[in-house]
T-cell receptor, first 111, second 115 residues
């Protein structure tokens, strides 16, 4: 069974640009969550989607948004990028809300 | 809101020595607790979890953690570490918000095993 797949693995963007990251969950998993990982703040929850609906949201500005498609694949978008958005973005999928399986992450660098 | 405290940001040990990585969480009812491990440039891998039942849980690679409700702790232990255990370890707890569960993570503990 394939794991959680995140694309791209690495990304370099310029301040002010926008970026879209993709996550394909494990087959059959309908819940997808996104996390931002930085050295200073650690792992912070961004949002969670379940059956195409945002079920939970963390404390991030509106520049961070996401969506989920009918096949459970999810995308997150960050608009008007800032230097502080440089981070590892992790996606996790789960089946029963008691165990999350993580992808390898997308390393975003904003210059 | 739930919170998780990992008391040590870095733990250096020698190979074959025992290790304990400490984790405390804020009190709540019906928590689920997890330890994840992250190797360099990788995502998080589940190491072990406590959902219910026996308070002592074990992983396949020799780690164990004990759920202590009275002390709100879930410390991770291994009696003899290997070089390959060098990684960052994250303790996490689920919290019910908005009708669904989300994971709240500690800041992580970097375990470095030296020869």
């Amino acid at each position: 069974k394939a794991g959680v797949t995140q694309t791209p693995r690495y990304l370099i963007k310029t301040r002010g640009q926008q970026v879209t990251l993709s996550c394909s969950p494990i087959s059959g998993h309908r819940s997808v969550s996104w996390y931002q990982q930085t050295p200073g703040q650690g792992l912070q929850f961004l949002f969670e989607y379940f059956s195409e609906t945002q079920r939970n949201k963390g404390n991030f500005p509106g520049r961070f948004s996401g969506r989920q498609f009918s096949n459970s694949r999810s995308e997150m978008n960050v608009s008007t990028l800032e230097l502080g958005d440089s981070a590892l973005y992790l996606c996790a999928s789960s089946l029963a809300d008691t165990e999350a399986f993580f992808g390898q992450g997308t390393r975003l660098t904003v210059v | 809101a739930q919170s998780v405290t990992q008391l040590d940001s870095q733990v250096p040990v020698f190979e074959e020595a025992p290790v304990e990585l400490r984790c405390n969480y804020s009190s709540s009812v019906s928590v689920y607790l997890f330890w994840y491990v992250q190797y360099p440039n990788q995502g998080l891998q589940l190491l072990l979890k406590y959902l219910s039942g026996s308070t002592l849980v074990e992983s396949i690679n020799g780690f164990e953690a004990e759920f202590n409700k009275s002390q709100t702790s879930f410390h991770l232990r291994k009696p003899s570490v290997h070089i390959s255990d060098t990684a960052e370890y994250f303790c996490a707890v689920t919290t019910m918000e908005g009708g669904s569960e989300k994971l709240v993570f500690g800041k992580g503990t970097k375990l470095t095993v030296n020869p």
